[in-house]
């Protein structure tokens, strides 16, 4: 199945999964998310972690080069990730921010330090229709935003995040995006607006389960088995 009807069910599961939530303890916390720029690096982070079952997944992504995701769980405050060539995450949770260090995909270590996300701040799974992008973030955030290009191989944004039962916020930043901008990715929206996207290049999350089914499980609480991609 391609990406893309992939993240369309995404966005349809995530619609009837906030319906829902309120009859769901673990939906109704929701996952904790973090984003923030890796330390010394041009690379952005996203950590989410769920509040019930454990699991736990981080995005790094620099817009040029790095797009991928790594897996794991939570064990108390204490993170440990694996991604797919087998680079690791390793972080604690502790007053509203996560500190660690990732192994780059290209080897060597970098220490970061990010904060819990707000406002606009989040990682979004995204579609984009000519130069129109719709999509959803882990916090369940509405996500509606145009893209144009600028200088530096940068991307102009202008457009809005509606987070779940609240009020439209203006997003407004610069964009770096992995290769050309494809019609289904993943996006890290920074407070300040900026933004680094890409479609990873791992997009499998363990066992049977695909990267986006073990998002929504991450989302929802609920078994990845039992979503169909």
């Known amino acids: 199945m391609s990406v893309r009807a992939a993240v369309v069910?995404?966005?349809?599961?995530?619609?009837?999964?906030?319906?829902?939530?309120?009859?769901?303890?673990?939906?109704?916390?929701?996952?904790?998310?973090?984003?923030?720029?890796?330390?010394?690096?041009?690379?952005?982070?996203?950590?989410?972690?769920?509040?019930?079952?454990?699991?736990?997944?981080?995005?790094?992504?620099?817009?040029?080069?790095?797009?991928?995701?790594?897996?794991?769980?939570?064990?108390?405050?204490?993170?440990?990730?694996?991604?797919?060539?087998?680079?690791?995450?390793?972080?604690?949770?502790?007053?509203g921010r996560v500190s660690g260090t990732v192994e780059l995909p290209s080897g060597g270590t970098r220490s970061f330090r990010v904060?819990?996300?707000?406002?606009?701040?989040?990682?979004?799974?995204?579609?984009?229709?000519?130069?129109?992008?719709?999509?959803?973030?882990?916090?369940?955030?509405?996500?509606?935003?145009?893209?144009?290009?600028?200088s530096g191989g940068r991307f102009a944004l202008h457009g809005t995040v509606t987070p779940r039962g609240g009020s439209a916020v203006a997003l407004q930043g610069t964009g770096r995006f992995l290769g050309s901008l494809k019609r289904s990715a993943t996006w890290i929206v920074l407070g300040d607006g900026r933004v680094h996207g890409g479609t990873p290049t791992n997009t499998t999350g363990g066992g049977n389960c695909s990267i986006w089914s073990k998002i929504k499980q991450i989302m929802t609480g609920v078994f990845c088995g039992f979503f169909r991609d």
Do not use: M
């Open 9 to 95: 069910g995404t966005i349809a599961v995530l619609a009837l999964s906030a319906a829902g939530a309120r009859t769901s303890a673990g939906a109704a916390s929701g996952p904790r998310t973090f984003v923030g720029q890796v330390s010394g690096g041009a690379q952005f982070i996203a950590v989410v972690a769920s509040r019930g079952t454990g699991e736990a997944t981080a995005y790094l992504c620099d817009g040029r080069r790095i797009s991928t995701w790594f897996f794991g769980h939570a064990s108390g405050n204490t993170l440990d990730l694996t991604s797919g060539t087998g680079r690791t995450l390793h972080a604690t949770l502790a007053g």
């Open 115 to 150: 904060r819990r996300a707000t406002g606009v701040a989040g990682i979004y799974l995204v579609n984009r229709s000519l130069d129109r992008v719709r999509g959803f973030s882990s916090r369940r955030a509405k996500l509606a935003a145009t893209v144009a290009r600028a």
